[in-house]
């Protein structure tokens, strides 16, 4: 069994802080650290969001190179939580191979009366840079922010426009890359 977080409690405190950090902002690229151990799939900044933000009562999705008996056994273990079969009924999904990820509605994008009960992506890519690539507006940014993402297919940002026209309904994307993360929430506008 691979370790966990060394100090549960503040490690993953302090992970989410960063991932707030990065959902406060789109586009913000935020450090994180992760675990000294994780399974072969998963970049460490991916297994830290994942200690922090899964648990019993999150059902998780994960996509079929996230589905390892490695990755399984330590989500279990450490996260304790119910893993789905189904991407609709999942609140979390962990999508490490981003280029065959299921298109963006395939995910549960709440409901007018309950938007908050959507799914949230956990996206591992290869790279995040800040300052390129795709321009970024909306909540948390001041006046434009730039984002490139590399990993990820180009219907992505297509997929990403639609989901903000779905606004209140939609779901909140956490881009993960070796070490560090970037949010694009559902609130985010996404242009050239």
Request: net charge negative; charged share 25%; aromatic share 4%.
């Amino acid at each position: 069994m691979l370790a966990g977080l060394a100090d549960p409690v503040l490690d993953s405190q302090r992970i989410f802080r960063a991932v707030l950090e990065a959902m406060a902002h789109p586009g913000r690229v935020v450090a994180v650290e992760g675990p000294p151990e994780t399974p072969r799939a998963l970049h460490r900044a991916a297994a830290a969001v994942c200690l922090a933000l899964v648990d019993l009562e999150t059902p998780l999705w994960l996509d079929p190179a996230a589905r390892t008996p490695e990755v399984l056994e330590a989500l279990r273990f450490h996260c304790g939580c119910p893993i789905v079969e189904e991407v609709r009924g999942a609140r979390f999904a962990l999508v490490v191979d981003a280029r065959s990820m299921p298109p963006l509605e395939a995910y549960d994008g709440g409901s007018d009366e309950y938007p908050d009960r959507s799914a949230t992506l956990i996206v591992q890519v290869a790279a995040l840079t800040a300052d390129a690539g795709k321009r970024l507006t909306g909540p948390g940014i001041a006046g434009e922010a730039r984002l490139a993402v590399d990993g990820v297919p180009e219907r992505f940002w297509a997929e990403l426009r639609d989901n903000h026209a779905r606004f209140p309904r939609g779901v909140d994307v956490i881009l993960v890359a070796p070490a560090g993360v970037a949010a694009l929430p559902r609130t985010t506008e996404v242009g050239d």
